[in-house]
């Protein structure tokens, strides 16, 4: 049966832990907003596919993760990223190709990961990431690590045949995964509307003997008290979740699409819907932050935006003879 998820409040979480999650949706925001500005100027080789608008989910589930566990991401994949622990410095380096970056510049921002974190990719393939952490969840479960698996995917992907099939495994072998379905309305320049049969995606879950809970994706307490239910759930043994994460991305499918497709749908969802705003305005009027310690949290974001460009621009490209490396595993 599927559930809608509202916000209960902010109780659960303790002023360091409020701070954790506003330093982490404003790092993927100013690092988003800067790669935009950056990729104008034609110093970043191939595309980006940004998530700006889409910060609360990452960082809702994220939180709940830690060293046991493995998220696989999509080709909009900087904000899970972020979220998971990977370093925006060497994120950004690999975004320009550079020998610092996180796959030493033979990535870029399609494909960076960070295995140490369990960060499994980026990936260009729509759908490629939940076949994956099925793999992962089934290795946590079989060596008794209490680890969980989280798949990313978009509205486009949910209509994948890996992803389906995933679903269905997750479920007959009862593995500690996630799905989170970020349904940002379109598939490139498709709406769901159009193209999801059902009027939810949280609704395929029932077919698949799992729960399945629609959150507000603008709203991070939503998304945040969701993930924790679904994981805890999982880390238990109560198997898979599916969860819709319900928001609006603020750029195009990739840099440089005009968005002919789109109205004035952006231009609201920042003004009046927006999860950085609606987080301040929870916290400060709760009184467990004050508008001060947020301003705070933005300078030093805005500091490590700045030294992660300039370190970028500096470092130099991969030489010839990294050309082969890191391609083929040798058993």
């Known amino acids: 049966m599927t559930a809608t998820m509202a916000s209960t409040g902010t109780h659960e979480l303790g002023p360091e832990q409020l701070l954790d999650a506003y330093r982490m949706m404003r790092t993927i925001r100013d690092f988003e907003e800067r790669v935009h500005e950056e990729f104008a100027g034609g110093d970043i080789p191939g595309f980006v596919h940004l998530y700006a608008g889409e910060e609360a ?36 380096a690999e975004i320009y190709g550079r020998a610092t970056g996180s796959c030493r510049g033979k990535g870029g921002s399609m494909h960076i990961a960070d295995l140490s974190k369990g960060m499994l990719g980026a990936n260009g393939i729509v759908g490629g990431g939940p076949p994956l952490i099925c793999g992962r969840a089934l290795a946590s479960k079989q060596l008794g690590t209490g680890g969980v698996a989280v798949a990313f995917f978009g509205d486009g992907a949910s209509n994948q045949g890996t992803t389906l099939e995933s679903l269905n495994l997750a479920t007959v072998w009862n593995l500690p995964a996630i799905f989170v379905a970020e349904n940002n309305g379109y598939a490139e320049a498709t709406s769901s509307t159009w193209s999801v049969a059902t009027d939810d995606i949280a609704d395929r879950a029932a077919a698949f003997g799992m729960p399945g809970v629609i959150v507000d994706g603008f709203d991070f307490f939503a998304v945040h008290e969701a993930a924790g239910e679904a994981i805890a759930r999982a880390r238990e043994g109560g198997g898979p979740t599916l969860i819709e994460v319900k928001f609006t991305r603020y750029f195009g499918h990739f840099e440089g699409d005009q968005q002919l497709y789109r109205g004035d749908e952006v231009a609201n969802a920042r003004e009046n819907l927006d999860c ?9 009027g709760s009184g467990q932050l004050s508008a001060e310690q947020l301003d705070g949290v933005d300078t030093e974001v805005a500091a490590l935006i700045d030294r992660s460009v300039a370190e970028a621009k500096a470092a130099p490209k991969p030489e010839g003879t990294e050309l082969l490396t890191d391609v083929y595993v040798s058993y």
């Open 57 to 92: 989910s990452a960082t809702g589930v994220c939180m709940h993760l830690d060293d046991r566990d493995a998220i696989a991401s999509t080709h909009r994949g900087h904000g899970h990223c972020i979220a998971k622990g990977v370093d925006p410095v060497p994120m950004m």
């Open 276 to 284: 950085l705003k609606r987080f301040r305005a929870k916290v400060t």
